[in-house]
Every structure is written in structure tokens, then in C-alpha cells.
């Protein structure tokens, strides 16, 4: 049954087999490659392993985008709450964070303390480096170009901005796809 003279192991010639039988046991070694590739499709949400990605527009390329550019210059507190909106993926406040972060910009010139969190949580959920410097200090020393730039972040991973997100779920956009688990209709049948 056994050999009498320990061999090197021995190894299957198919290279597509899932088991590896071991030399000293005989006991078959899986391999836990996935052969059936399971996750083919990656989610805008999910993290790369290869170490931070770039953003997809630098931090002063806000004249790529006029519009939100112009939006965030005079109403920053609306391009806060849609950015905050697709983060929190619809957990809706009813525009207190909108209130929060305009009253502490305006009034009390601070509103970079309270939006700079967003964008760390955005770095992290998204696998951004941190550039160009610190998530505060960009927020701090500029906050219209970080808010700008975290917009056409989303936008360039599939968000249609102009929609909350529970609209971007319902007309199919790929960023919010990607994020929401896929709906079942019906029970069981036959």
C-alpha cells in the first residue's frame, strides 16, 4: 500500500486539479484557488490588494467639471449633502447634514472639520491614495477644490450626481449595482 523508501512528493500532472496528494500522509492538499471565479466582477466599493489607487481627476482639475465647480463656489453645502448621500448610500437625514456642514462653513468658518471625515471614508471604501497631502489639510486649505473633486469621483465610478441614491439604485446606475445586494422577487416555486 505504502511504499517502503519515503519518495519526493508527488504531484498530479493536471494542473487544473483542485488536490495535491502529500508524500508522507497520502492525504490530498487542497487548493484553494478559485476555480470558478466567483468574484469576476469587481464592485466600485471593493478594495483593491495592490495598494492605494489615484483619483481620477487631481485636486485642481475642477475646471474639467463647470457646473459642480460652479455649485460648490456659491451652495457648497449641496455638493456636501450628495456626496455624503452616495457615502452613506441613502441613509438620508433630511438635510440636516446639509444645514450642519453649511452653518459651520459659513458661521464659524469651519466646515472643513466636518467634511474632511467623508473623505477619508471615501479614500477608504474606494482604495485612494492620500494626496496631496492629509484628508484635513486638503480640506482645510482647500475645501470647494476637495469637495469638487470628491464629486467627479463619484461621478467617474458610475453616480449620476444628480439623483439621491435610492434614484441611482432604481435606474440601474453601475456604481449603485455594484453596491447593493441583488433583489429576489417572489418565494419559493416550483
Known amino acids: 500500500m505504502y511504499p517502503s523508501k519515503p519518495t519526493a512528493p508527488e504531484q498530479s500532472t493536471n494542473a487544473s ?44 482639475d475642477f475646471w474639467d467639471d463647470v457646473p459642480s ?20 448610500k441613502g441613509q438620508r437625514t ?14 464659524a468658518c469651519c466646515g472643513s ?17 492620500e494626496s496631496p497631502c492629509g484628508d484635513c489639510m486638503v480640506h482645510f486649505c482647500c475645501e470647494p477644490c476637495a469637495l469638487c473633486q470628491e464629486y467627479r469621483e463619484l461621478q467617474s465610478r458610475g453616480f449620476d450626481m444628480t439623483l439621491s441614491w435610492q434614484q441611482n439604485v432604481e435606474h440601474g446606475t453601475p456604481g449603485a449595482m455594484a453596491a447593493t445586494a441583488p433583489k429576489i422577487e417572489g418565494g419559493m416555486s416550483r
Not at 22 to 40: D, G, H, I, R
Not at 94 to 107: D, M, S
Request: glycine share 6%; with cysteine.
Open 113 to 129: 472639520l466636518y467634511s474632511y471625515p467623508y473623505r477619508s471614508r471615501m479614500r477608504q471604501q474606494f482604495a485612494l491614495e
Open 94 to 107: 433630511c438635510g440636516v447634514k446639509e444645514v450642519v456642514y453649511g452653518l459651520l462653513a459659513q458661521l
Open 17 to 60: 486539479a483542485p488536490f495535491v496528494k502529500s508524500a508522507v500522509t497520502a492525504v490530498p492538499a487542497v487548493n484553494y484557488t478559485n476555480q470558478y471565479n466567483v468574484n469576476s466582477h469587481p464592485s466600485p466599493f471593493d478594495a483593491p490588494s495592490k495598494g492605494p489607487l489615484p483619483w481620477s481627476s487631481g485636486l485642481y
Open 69 to 88: 465647480c460652479c455649485m460648490t463656489a456659491w451652495l457648497p453645502c449641496i455638493t456636501f449633502g450628495r456626496i455624503t448621500e452616495i457615502l452613506d
